[in-house]
């Protein structure tokens, strides 16, 4: 059995000989796992990177077998992002959340084209990128099932003034309804409801929104942290 089809890299770890176990991720195939030999030699280390646009080739006897994964470059997405480290540091979070997140050989396009759409901003301006990126992990908790209700308030029911959401119900929560409660609320983003441009200080407002429910509703019921590169990227952007 084989495949070929356009993927992101999401890990890579050291295997025997100089070979590598890279997982990619790709819009029919969903995060796939195969042995790439020699991916750790000077010849393939800059090809296996996470954050690369490859186009990959998966070869196997069997559909349940690791098999073997070869690629070509598209864009080289890790490589430019080396002289950003706040770059660097969004793309190697999206790839860990992405491979911690989703279930192994389940499709999921949506997310897929997401995770494109946002190395292909991060290239162009990593202010542009950062919104993106925590847009792209609510549509990842939509599409496991734990999505966020940000269309109107959960006390009042109106759409105004949306200011906060319920760290437990994930829906949002207006100013005014907030009350005595809004030191127990998470911030809700202007740009998570398509309003108006984006600061350092609302980047790291989403990601600690979004950071929130992936800890508790996917990581969480793995028994797992979310990723050290997510929580490293949290910090970077917090601290300016």
Not at 9 to 19: A, N, Q
Not at 203 to 213: D, E, M, N, P
């Amino acid at each position: 059995m084989e495949w070929d089809a356009p993927a992101v890299i999401l890990d890579v770890r050291p295997h025997g000989e100089g070979g590598a176990i890279v997982s990619v991720m790709t819009e029919q195939h969903g995060r796939h796992a195969g042995l790439a030999k020699g991916g750790t030699s000077r010849g393939q280390a800059a090809l296996w990177q996470p954050g690369n646009l490859v186009e990959a080739r998966w070869v196997g006897r069997l559909a349940d077998q690791l098999g073997a994964m070869s690629a070509e470059m598209v864009h080289p997405a890790a490589a430019l992002a080396m002289e950003d480290p706040l770059a660097l540091a969004a793309l190697r979070a999206a790839c860990a959340v992405a491979e911690g997140a989703l279930p192994e050989r389940e499709a999921h396009p949506r997310i897929f084209h997401g995770l494109v759409a946002f190395v292909a901003t991060l290239a162009r301006d990593t202010a542009l990128a950062l919104p993106d990126l925590v847009r792209w992990e609510a549509d990842l908790l939509t599409e496991l099932g734990y999505g966020l209700d940000l269309a109107r308030c959960a006390v009042t029911g109106g759409t105004e003034d949306l200011a906060f959401v319920s760290p437990r119900s994930g829906r949002a929560v207006s100013e005014p309804a907030a009350g005595e409660w809004r030191d127990r609320l998470l911030p809700l983003p202007r740009f998570l409801l398509g309003q108006g441009p984006s600061s350092a200080a609302d980047w790291a407002a989403g990601l600690k929104l979004t950071g929130h429910f992936l800890a508790r509703d996917v990581f969480g019921v793995q028994h797992k942290g979310l990723p050290a590169a997510r929580d490293l990227l949290l910090d970077r952007v917090a601290a300016g």
